[in-house]
Structure formats: structure tokens, C-alpha cells
């Protein structure tokens, strides 16, 4: 088999969360453009549904989901084993931040960024593997962690954020042993700052934006392309021996 071959993913179906945007929406472009039926799940069903159109019916549909609910994640991918019959490709995406000092964090707000972060996307991956476990033939699955999941070093607070995403980190690890026997692999990339609208108005800080590029060996933010190519990578069979890892896109920054 060829790199080029080894790529392509003819006929599988990936679900994408927090697909409506930003890495998710990239990822969901990149996927559909190599093979895959491609299910955008995001809280806002209707701009995944509306993100859907423009990848073409055949290969994309909009999904409601939303994460942090059990209820809500078993719905979802009954939905998605109704109506594709199978599911080989989990992008566990959807996050959330809420930057503030840890003294000033509410015991509720670091509730929602674990909700999110960490427990919707366990909820997700086991929702994933038995789907794929019914199938089968095994599956991929690519979690989204962060370079703040390998480094204390944040540039602001972000307790809450920096946590889950060390949970993520070690989850991928453990998932990868468990489901191995199955024919599940379990990823991970870990984005450095990445130009979406996740970053909000850390954009607007000229200072932290150079701060950033400072502390970047490469200088500048992540194209959110760059993180879907990564991901795809994870999730193909171009990376059939790799399990349990967490990729770095992040321009350098944790090799200092």
C-alpha cells in the first residue's frame, strides 16, 4: 500500500464533534475529501447542518449533540448507527475554556470545561467502540488535547482548560490499551494556539498575540487545516501501528 492510498478512506464513516466550526469544521473538509461519509455533530445543529451543505450531501449531515449529556451522546449515535449502519471514525472536538484565575474560578464554571471536556468526550469514545465493537472491524478514534495538556507553562490562567486536557492526554493512553483487543486505535493531537473563533478575544490582545509568536519556534499561530491534516493522519490507515499517542501541532513549542 502507497502513503498516498494508505490516506485514503473510501466508504468509512467519521463522526465529528464540535464540527461547526474552526478544527472540527476543518477536519470534517479534510476527511470528506479523503472518502469518508462524514456526521457534523455540534451543539448548534443547524450550523452543522448548514456546514453539512456545503460538503455535499453525499458525503456530510448536519447532528445535534450535545456532548456533555448522556442522553443526549446515546441519541446521537443511534442516530448515526440508524441511519449510516456503522460508525469507524470518532473525532472527539468539541471543547470549552473558561479563562479565568484559579481564585475566581466558580466550582460551576470548572464544572461546564470538565463536562465538556473531559466527560463528554469519554461519554463519546465509549459511545464510539461499541459502535465499532458491533461492526466488528475495529475503529479509529482522535481526541483533541493541547499543548496545555503537556505543559503548566500557559501564558494566562486557564486552570480548568489545562487540566481536562492533561486528563485527555492519559484517557487516550488508557482507551488505547483497553480497546486495543478490538482493533480500536486511540489518538491524540495537541494543538498549540490555533486561528479559530475558540481563541475569542485573546486575538485582540496585541501583546499576548506577540507573546505567542515569542514563545513559538515557528513564530506564528496554527491554521486549523494544519491540526485537521494531523488528525486525519491519526484516524487513517497511514497510521494502522499507532496507538495511545498524542501528536504535537504546535510550531515547536514543547520541545523547549
Given at each position: 500500500m502507497?502513503m498516498l ?15 461547526a466550526?474552526g ?7 479534510v476527511l470528506a475529501?479523503?472518502?469518508?461519509r ?9 450550523a452543522?447542518?448548514r456546514?453539512?451543505?456545503t460538503?455535499g450531501?453525499v458525503?456530510?449531515?448536519g447532528l445535534?449533540l450535545d456532548v ?5 451522546v446515546r441519541?446521537?449515535?443511534?442516530t ?6 456503522r460508525?469507524?471514525i470518532?473525532?472527539?472536538n ?6 479565568r484565575?484559579?481564585?475566581?474560578l466558580?466550582l460551576d464554571?470548572?464544572d461546564a470545561?470538565?463536562a465538556?471536556?473531559?466527560t463528554?468526550?469519554?461519554l463519546?469514545?465509549?459511545a ?13 478514534i482522535?481526541?483533541t ?5 503537556l505543559s503548566?507553562g ?5 486552570i480548568?482548560?489545562?487540566t481536562?486536557?492533561?486528563a ?13 483487543g478490538?482493533g ?7 494543538p498549540?494556539w490555533t486561528?479559530?473563533?475558540f481563541?475569542g478575544?485573546?486575538e485582540?490582545?496585541a ?6 509568536r ?6 506564528r499561530?496554527?491554521e486549523p ?5 494531523a488528525?486525519?493522519f491519526?484516524?487513517?490507515p497511514?497510521s494502522?501501528?499507532?496507538?495511545g499517542?498524542?501528536?504535537?501541532v ?5 520541545a523547549?
Amino acid at each position: 500500500m502507497t502513503m498516498l492510498s494508505a490516506l485514503r478512506m473510501e466508504g468509512k464513516v467519521a463522526l465529528v464533534t464540535g464540527a461547526a466550526q474552526g478544527i472540527g469544521l476543518a477536519t470534517c473538509a479534510v476527511l470528506a475529501e479523503l472518502g469518508c461519509r462524514v456526521v457534523l455533530a455540534d451543539l448548534d445543529g443547524e450550523a452543522a447542518a448548514r456546514e453539512a451543505a456545503t460538503l455535499g450531501d453525499v458525503r456530510a449531515r448536519g447532528l445535534a449533540l450535545d456532548v456533555s449529556s448522556e442522553a443526549s451522546v446515546r441519541h446521537g449515535f443511534k442516530t448515526v448507527e440508524d441511519g449510516e449502519g456503522r460508525l469507524d471514525i470518532l473525532i472527539n472536538n468539541a471543547g470549552r475554556a473558561i479563562r479565568r484565575p484559579s481564585l475566581e474560578l466558580t466550582l460551576d464554571d470548572w464544572d461546564a470545561v470538565v463536562a465538556v471536556n473531559m466527560t463528554g468526550a469519554f461519554l463519546c469514545a465509549r459511545a464510539a467502540a461499541a459502535l465499532m465493537m458491533r461492526g466488528g472491524a475495529g475503529g479509529a478514534i482522535v481526541n483533541t488535547a493541547s499543548i496545555m495538556g503537556l505543559s503548566g507553562g500557559g501564558l494566562y490562567p486557564n486552570i480548568s482548560y489545562q487540566t481536562t486536557k492533561g486528563a485527555i492526554v492519559n484517557m487516550t493512553r488508557a482507551l488505547a490499551v483497553e480497546w486495543a483487543g478490538h482493533g480500536i486505535r486511540v489518538n491524540a493531537v495537541a494543538p498549540t494556539w490555533t486561528r479559530t473563533a475558540f481563541i475569542g478575544q485573546l486575538e485582540e490582545n496585541a501583546d499576548l498575540m506577540r507573546r505567542i509568536r515569542e514563545v513559538t519556534p515557528l513564530g506564528r499561530l496554527a491554521e486549523p487545516e494544519e491540526v485537521a491534516h494531523a488528525i486525519a493522519f491519526l484516524a487513517s490507515p497511514a497510521s494502522s501501528m499507532t496507538t495511545g499517542h498524542t501528536l504535537a501541532v504546535d510550531g515547536g513549542f514543547l520541545a523547549q
